[in-house]
Structure formats: structure tokens, C-alpha cells
């Protein structure tokens, strides 16, 4: 190395300021940026920005049976609301919603627990979902492994099968 390279910079000391001879360190906000801190305030305005919007395009379009204007909407809400009939539609929607959940959460549930415990549901997945073979660490394939439980019962029995088949076939896992 070159003996400019070696050399140290010399060390730099300040002295230390008093308070009172910084500058500005708080200076009171403007109105508006006071207002515009406010987090409600500034969705505020983006609701309101949007109604306004809404209420425009509507007038302009001039065709209440496609877009209605924001305000003969919100008329229309308080009255369904004042009437009772928009809480009513709105639970029967729910119900109806909640019937189909159930329904496709039990059917899944009762789905799983017939390709985990039976031949004829791992055959049905299968079959549904043939496309695609699992390859890999866990089996060559349905074939194979059910070569496998004939073999040796004890890590591939039946049980274990279903479950690799259900990830498989749900997750969409391939090792290939």
C-alpha cells in the first residue's frame, strides 16, 4: 500500500450547541395539515369524492334504470331499511348463504373422511382428479404403492395412503 493509504485522517471535535441556538425545531401546523393527520377525515373526503362521482356519472348518463344516482340510492336504503323489508332480504340472503356453506363444508368433510378410510372414495378422487400422478419420495404411483402395502403393511398401510392421496389431490402437490 502507498503511503497515502496509510495515513489516518486526524480526529474532528465540536463543541456542542445550546438549545437555544438551534433553529426552528416545532413550528405549529397549518389548519390543513392538521385536518389532513386525521385518518376518518381523509376517508371522509375519499367517500365523499366517490359519492360525488357516482351522483355525476348518473346525471350525465341521464338513465336511472342503469345507474341510479347516489342520492335516490341512498333514499331508496333508508326506506327499505325504515319498512323493514331490505333486513328482511338481506337475512333470508344469509340464510341462504349459510345453507350452501354448510353444506359444501359437510360434503367435503364426508368426502375426505371416505378417501382416508375406503378404497372406492380413493378410487373416486382419483378418478376426478386423474390428471396429474403424484411421482415421488412416497410412491411411484397408486399402483405402486399399493405394491408397496402388499409387500410391507407397515408405512404404506391403507390409512396413510388416503391421507398422501387427499394432500396430494387437494394441495396439488407433484414431486416429480
Known amino acids: ?6 495515513t489516518q485522517r486526524p480526529e474532528i471535535y465540536r463543541e456542542t450547541l445550546g438549545a437555544d441556538q438551534f ?7 397549518t389548519l390543513f395539515e392538521t385536518l389532513y ?4 377525515l381523509r376517508k371522509l373526503f375519499v367517500l365523499v369524492v366517490l359519492a360525488a362521482l357516482w351522483e355525476g356519472y348518473a346525471r350525465w348518463l341521464d338513465n336511472e334504470l342503469l345507474v341510479p344516482t347516489f342520492s335516490a340510492t341512498v333514499q331508496a336504503m333508508g326506506s327499505g331499511i325504515a319498512s323493514g323489508t331490505l333486513i328482511a332480504r338481506a337475512l333470508l340472503s344469509i340464510k341462504v348463504l349459510l345453507i350452501g356453506y354448510s353444506a359444501g ?3 367435503a368433510a364426508a ?3 371416505l378417501a382416508i378410510n375406503t378404497r372406492i372414495g380413493a378410487d373416486f378422487l382419483e378418478t376426478d ?3 396429474r400422478r403424484c411421482r415421488g419420495p412416497l410412491g411411484a404411483d397408486r399402483e405402486g404403492r399399493q405394491q ?3 409387500e410391507d403393511g407397515s408405512p404404506h398401510s391403507p390409512s396413510h395412503r388416503g ?3 387427499v394432500s396430494t389431490r387437494l394441495f396439488g402437490s407433484s414431486w416429480s
Not at 500500500?1 to 496509510?6: E, K, R, V, Y
Not at 433553529?23 to 401546523?29: E, M
Open 105 to 107: 363444508v359437510l360434503l
Open 111 to 113: 368426502l375426505t373422511f
Open 163 to 165: 391421507a398422501r392421496l
Open 129 to 131: 382428479g386423474g390428471r
Open 37 to 40: 393527520n386525521q385518518g376518518w
Open 23 to 29: 433553529g426552528i425545531v416545532a413550528k405549529p401546523l
Open 148 to 150: 408397496e402395502e402388499r
Open 1 to 6: 500500500m502507498s503511503d497515502a493509504a496509510m
